[in-house]
């Protein structure tokens, strides 16, 4: 099998689960600050939002993980910290999770693909549904490398 062994201590949290796109992704519990409805879409479109007197940086994943922006989809923010600073990461939705009884396998490697950059883990719950692991703390020069590269490839389109 395509096991690796893991590091599965890190991994012994709970998770918050969202969507993004055909995607089920979580991230540890331990990270989020607060989960943002968006009425009105206060953010959408824009790079940075107003939090508690501080100023956020918004991170679309839709578009970091090349997907079409859907308006079919309520957006949700997850304000998280990298432990540098707060971002605020704009998903698809907030979906709950019952983890407990399934297995972490390592990301595997996918060619022209930015996944492996933001998810470090596979986890297979026992409903044998794949959700990857948000990687904690992302390197904020890792997202900032990921984002000019996105606007480089929607400047050239």
Known sequence: GNEMSLDLSAMSEDYLGFLVGPYRCLMAVSAVHEVLETEGHVWSGQSHYEWRDQVLRVI?????MQLDD????????????????????????????????GHFFAMPKI??????????????DDQQRQW??????????????????????????
Request: negative net charge.
């Open 60 to 64: 679309t994943l839709r578009s970091i």
């Open 111 to 124: 060619r022209d693909s930015v996944l492996p950059q933001l998810f470090d883990a596979v986890y297979c």
């Open 132 to 157: 990857l692991i948000w990687h904690l703390p992302l390197p904020v020069l890792l997202m900032n490398s990921i984002l000019e590269e996105n606007l480089v490839l929607d400047r050239v389109s």
């Open 70 to 101: 859907s308006n079919q989809v309520q957006h949700v923010g997850i304000v998280y910290s990298t432990g540098e600073e707060y971002l605020l990461l704009e998903v698809d939705k907030i979906v709950g999770l019952s983890a407990d009884t």
